[in-house]
Each structure stands twice: as structure tokens, then as C-alpha cells.
């Protein structure tokens, strides 16, 4: 179990430590690696690469961007092999929704809280 955890660390910081680098030593800006890194994990995950990774790290593949990427291109695949080409259109949306409706919620929770606060 613990090992688990070491994998998960090293992973995920790895993925910081690249974000934090591009930030440092690029011209790109934060919203371009965040874009990066979610085509990444579709990229990885179309070509079977970041399957290996999940299932070694764990959440320190899946909590990154690079694993929103995963999936959304996870459930594009199960959707496509399930409904067909419609699939393609739904799948990841379908895959993704409780975390975008998560954030998007605990945007608004903080957006109320901040304003609470500025008065």
C-alpha cells in the first residue's frame, strides 16, 4: 500500500514539476498549459500510453489535467463502443460531468464567500 502512495507522489509531482518548469523557463502562458496538458492526456490515453500510468499511480495520474484528458477520451471510447459515432459527441461530456458540475459549484462557493467577505 505504500508503495502505491510513492508512485502516486512521484507521478503527480512529476506532472507539477513539468507544468512548474514550462511556467518558469517559456513564454506560454498558464491557461496554454493547462490546455497542453489535457490534450496530453486525450493524446496518451488514444495511443494506450497513460492507461500503464493510471493504473501504476493512481490519483496521481488521474487528479492532474493530463487526467481529465484521460477521461474525457476514456469515456468517448466506452460511449463510441456503446452507441456508435454518437458516442464521440457525448461519451465525454457523459464521463466528466459530476467533476465540471463539482467545480463549477465550487466556484460559485467561492465567489459568494469572497463577496461575503469584501463587504
Do not use: H
Request: proline share 3%.
Amino acid at each position: 500500500m505504500i508503495t502505491e502512495y510513492i508512485y502516486s507522489f512521484i507521478v503527480g509531482g512529476a506532472l507539477c514539476v513539468i507544468a512548474q518548469l514550462l511556467i518558469d523557463k517559456t513564454k506560454l502562458t498558464p491557461a496554454r498549459i493547462l490546455t497542453a496538458y489535457v490534450v496530453t492526456g486525450i493524446l496518451l490515453t488514444a495511443i494506450g500510453l497513460y492507461e500503464p500510468i493510471v493504473d501504476l499511480a493512481g490519483a496521481g495520474a488521474t487528479v492532474p489535467l493530463t487526467g481529465f484528458g484521460y477521461a474525457l477520451a476514456k469515456g468517448v471510447e466506452e460511449e463510441t463502443a456503446r452507441n456508435g459515432w454518437l458516442g464521440a459527441f457525448s461519451g465525454g461530456l457523459s464521463a466528466c460531468s459530476a467533476g465540471i458540475a463539482a467545480a463549477v459549484f465550487s466556484g460559485l462557493l467561492a465567489a459568494l464567500v469572497r463577496k461575503a467577505v469584501k463587504r
